[in-house]
């Protein structure tokens, strides 16, 4: 066989497959997913690892602040995730058009909220509110500005990207007390 009909044949082949395939995506119902059920599920991604990273540090080390460098002015763990958490109420409240339920303001946390118990309730229903906030959603609110000059779901992805900036913090203080990140465990 010479190279010429070689290649007619591989180009052939290639032409058959491509369309089987095409003829496959194009006869296969669409499932439509809008954009707020896509948000919730990394809403739910984020969740996932930032809620079991704040449950393996100690009660005891909730207070811990990194002192080997410059850290004047640290968060502690603790109030990395008070802030983190109020960050998520204060955004979710937004998209929802609500006030933040205990009047979070300036991304900090009510002062009450001193035990690890309470912090990680606390941590929690900000993720409740941020999967409440995303099934709100849809296609006619979408592009509306709501707050901050910022559409629902970009308040959506600032709180996502605020999220896992601080586990990546909560991760380091948990390896600077030699506890493995959950998302690091076998």
Request: hydrophobic share 40%; with cysteine.
């Amino acid at each position: 066989m010479n190279r010429s009909v070689l290649v007619m044949t591989v180009m052939f082949v290639l032409f058959l497959a491509s369309s089987v395939v095409l003829t496959a995506q194009s006869t296969r119902p669409t499932q439509g997913r809008s954009v707020g059920k896509e948000l919730d599920v990394w809403v739910s991604k984020i969740e996932e690892q930032v809620v079991p990273t704040a449950d393996a540090m100690p009660e005891e080390k909730y207070g811990f602040v990194p002192t080997a460098g410059t850290f004047e002015g640290t968060r502690s763990f603790a109030e990395q995730v008070k802030h983190l958490a109020a960050t998520n109420y204060i955004l979710g409240s937004a998209v929802l058009g609500e006030k933040p339920p205990r009047g979070e303001q300036d991304e900090k946390a009510p002062d009450f909220l001193k035990s690890k118990a309470e912090i990680m309730q606390y941590l929690k229903g900000s993720f409740a509110l941020l999967h409440r906030a995303a099934a709100v959603i849809n296609n006619e609110n979408e592009a509306e500005i709501v707050k901050f000059d910022r559409t629902r779901p970009g308040l959506m992805v600032d709180a996502l990207i605020h999220c896992d900036d601080h586990y990546g913090q909560m991760v380091e203080y948990l390896r600077m007390n030699g506890i493995v990140p959950p998302a690091s465990r076998p």
